[in-house]
């Protein structure tokens, strides 16, 4: 084997896919060539890096609602998602980070604060998968803003609740867990 | 094909409703995997599994006709991945700004996942996950499909609509440019 056909080889070789034979062929070709058997040193290391590479799973709440989704949207007469996953209307997203999250923030700290006296210590809860509009029509730093209000919350995402009876819908925002 | 999913897709063309449903709970979960690690965020990742299975249903009636179901899904959601990416990146989007959001959904990743990994590795994945980024659409979508998810360069090549040459050598490109990005790690 020769230093040319190594890019033949690789991408097989990384993920076991080599026969027998080539693979002997290939090792042997290492055991003699330094520049090969570093540069596979690194596309090994660079591999399992990349195997490395997990997402979070969005939670058996979310693939329910994505399925229930996809399902509504084609199957004749399934019945229509109504939750509050999805709600993006064009132009709405804006306002409502401009003017209702500052003042639904507020109504739930309030709120939270009462109930965390009122229910104690939070328990462990279920996460689920909820998510607010913060996709298209949101600048980067309006993205920005929604997540970070996430993270500042020190629970897995946020949920900003309007007080009882109030017309005011929830404004959910990423992953949240929820009682 | 193996028989059941033969069957399965018979019954799709045949305005099974229930059978159609089965198809989804067996792939949406891959189709998603796929497309968020393309496109770096859930929102995204949810548009492109949605639209891959609406247009899998609109096409229900030819389905039998497809010789490998999984190279023929792969090959809708990564053609609806890389047009969204491209379509994205033709918006003004700063990439300061695409790249932020990936942090942000690593740091809420981290405190799901694995609240005591240390800062080191945390770096590192994010360094990853930057760089897989950066690839340009069809070497980042060989690189995923590959290494991750560990398709053969033969389905890759179907899925992408190019010889198994084009896949081989988007793969090296895209690993020489990630060894470039991530030469600390090495």
């Known amino acids: 084997m020769t230093c040319r056909e190594y890019e033949h080889i690789i991408d097989d070789y990384l993920v076991g896919r080599l026969d027998e034979s080539e693979l002997r062929r290939f090792n042997g070709h290492l055991a003699e060539c330094e520049a090969c058997r570093v540069r596979a040193a690194q596309d090994r290391r660079l591999y399992e890096l990349l195997k490395g590479d997990s997402f979070t799973d969005p939670g058996e709440g979310y693939w329910n609602y994505l399925e229930k989704s996809i399902l509504s949207r084609t199957v004749e007469n399934y019945p229509e998602v109504t939750e509050i996953h999805y709600e993006a209307k064009p132009g709405f997203s804006r306002r409502l980070v401009q003017y209702l999250v500052p003042l639904a923030a507020s109504i739930a700290l309030i709120f939270a604060s009462f109930s965390d006296f009122a229910i104690g210590p939070r328990q462990p809860m279920t996460a689920e998968y909820i998510e607010v509009n913060i996709g298209d029509g949101l600048s980067g730093s309006e993205r920005l803003f929604l997540m970070e209000e996430c993270l500042q919350s020190e629970r897995l995402g946020s949920i900003l609740l309007p007080p009882p009876g109030s017309p005011l819908r929830p404004i959910l925002i990423g992953e949240i867990e929820k009682q | 094909m193996s028989n059941e999913l033969t069957e399965l897709i018979a019954r799709i063309a045949d305005d099974d409703p229930e059978a159609f449903a089965e198809l989804v709970r067996r792939y949406k979960k891959k189709i998603y995997g796929i497309a968020f690690r393309m496109l770096g965020n859930h929102l995204d990742a949810d548009e492109v599994t949605q639209e891959t299975f609406v247009r899998i249903y609109e096409k229900r009636h030819e389905l039998e006709s497809v010789k490998y179901f999984s190279s023929f899904i792969l090959r809708i959601a990564s053609n609806y991945s890389i047009d969204l990416l491209r379509r994205k990146q033709k918006k003004n989007i700063s990439v300061d700004e695409l790249a932020f959001l990936p942090e942000v959904q690593v740091e809420l990743a981290d405190?799901?996942?694995?609240?005591?990994?240390?800062?080191?590795?945390?770096?590192?994945?994010?360094?990853?996950?930057?760089?897989?980024?950066?690839?340009?659409?069809?070497?980042?979508?060989?690189?995923?499909?590959?290494?991750?998810?560990?398709?053969?360069?033969?389905e890759i090549a179907d899925a992408l609509g190019c010889p198994q040459a084009t896949v081989r050598s988007n793969l090296h490109i895209a690993r020489t440019k990630l060894k470039k990005w991530l030469k600390k790690i090495f």
């Open chain 2, 111 to 154: 405190r799901i996942e694995s609240p005591d990994k240390s800062l080191e590795d945390a770096e590192i994945l994010q360094a990853v996950k930057d760089a897989i980024q950066k690839l340009p659409p069809r070497q980042k979508m060989a690189i995923i499909l590959h290494d991750i998810e560990g398709y053969s360069k033969i």
